[in-house]
């Protein structure tokens, strides 16, 4: 999750939208905001939306033809859709392409919205299956927030194909993706859920809940502090370093400041 300090009315605007993802998904799955994980959203988006999902992935340039040819490509994207099961992440593309090397290292994802249903593509070259599950969500939102207003989809349209083509889109556009990003980090850590946890567990234990990095759940404690909880942004960051490092003083902290809080 990329970090990115945005002003208080963006970030409660990207709060706003997750919570209506998330409200959808709890009603489709009938379950608790609370009890919401990555993969329910991205379970009712992908009913949602039915996006053609397909996956890249950077060859050598060398072995480029033969790879896009191969007799066991389809072995290969079974293996990889299997991975996913594994994990527990409901990503499944029906076709693997090859991109070179210098796209594949630039962008992890896009949607061309060119057919009425949207295809989604992600980059499996990192190997990262949770980055993909954020890359996806952060496509998802791209997605919802395109069928809400036909103003955004356009402009979702120029980014994405931008990306697809390799080239630069306008600056003023970037909010968008910064939005997108804010808002795929809070389908995969919810407020609700957030608020409990750290109460009660330690960075290991939301790490693990989560199925996230260090630094992705280090961004996301920095935003619920400095958002949610008031802190200014020194105080977020040493109450995130506080978890990082498992500083129960500065824990204990943190705890009896939004306990107080509450009960003011």
Request: some cysteine; glycine content about 2%; charged content about 20%.
């Amino acid at each position: 999750m990329e970090f990115e300090l945005v002003s208080p009315d963006a970030y409660r605007s990207c709060q706003e939208i997750a919570n209506g993802m998330l409200d959808q998904t709890s009603m489709a799955t009938h379950k608790g905001t609370s009890k919401l994980r990555a993969n329910d959203a991205l379970t009712y988006l992908n009913n949602k939306y039915s996006p053609q999902i397909v996956f890249y992935y950077a060859k050598p340039e060398e072995d480029y033809d033969d790879w896009h040819i191969a007799d066991n490509q389809m072995d290969y994207l079974a293996n990889v859709n299997a991975q996913f099961d594994m994990r527990n992440i409901n990503i499944h593309a029906s076709k693997l392409v090859t991109v070179d090397e210098v796209f594949a290292r630039k962008i992890s994802g896009f949607t061309l919205f060119k057919y009425a249903l949207p295809t989604l593509y992600l980059n499996l070259s990192t190997n990262n299956f949770e980055r993909i599950a954020f890359t996806a969500l952060h496509e998802y939102s791209h997605m919802y927030q395109s069928e809400r207003d036909p103003d955004y989809a356009r402009v979702a349209a120029l980014i994405n194909t931008s990306k697809f083509l390799n080239m630069s889109y306008p600056e003023e556009y970037q909010p968008l993706e910064t939005e997108a990003n804010i808002v795929a980090s809070l389908l995969i850590v919810p407020d609700v859920s957030l608020n409990a946890d750290i109460r009660l567990r330690n960075f290991t234990e939301m790490r693990n809940k989560y199925s996230i990095s260090a630094q992705a759940l280090h961004n996301r404690l920095i935003n619920y502090f400095y958002f949610n909880c008031g802190f200014d942004y020194r105080m977020a960051l040493q109450a995130t370093l506080g978890f990082r490092n498992n500083n129960k003083e500065i824990i204990k902290q943190v705890r009896t400041h939004l306990r107080n809080s509450r009960e003011v």
